[in-house]
């Protein structure tokens, strides 16, 4: 059975920093694609984050030179490094796994597991 824990959400000062954490079990990280996403509140889209695999990694643009995906293969974790955080970065993050061949990373219709959530906010 497919699993994927988020951790590491919390409140923080606009400039500050946060490392999410996705716990995945029921299979083997490495080999899947894993994005994260975000959701900064209820009606708003899913917003694709970032995305791990064996090509590498991606990014969206608004992140891009802040946030870091990595991953550790011994515990089948996913981590989100966040830096210089702003208050627009204040959402619901989500973990996703099991890419789909074809399209594109940023469409939540991309993966097919995912995570309940950790929430994220920056305070100006």
């Known amino acids: 059975q497919v699993q994927l824990e988020e951790s590491g959400g919390g409140s923080v000062q606009a400039g500050g920093s946060l490392r999410l954490s996705c716990a995945a079990s029921?299979?083997?990280?490495?080999?899947?694609?894993m994005g994260w996403f975000r959701q900064a509140g209820p009606g708003r889209e899913r917003e694709g984050v970032a995305i791990i695999n064996d090509y590498g990694t991606d990014y969206a643009n608004s992140v891009k030179g802040r946030f870091t995906v990595s991953r550790d293969d011994a515990k089948n974790t996913v981590y989100l490094q966040m830096n210089q955080l702003k208050p627009e970065d204040t959402a619901m993050y989500y973990c996703a796994a099991y890419g789909s061949p074809g399209g594109s990373w940023s469409d939540p219709n991309y993966f097919r597991y995912w995570g309940q959530g950790t929430q994220v906010t920056v305070s100006s």
């Open positions: 029921g299979f083997t990280a490495k080999y899947k694609s």
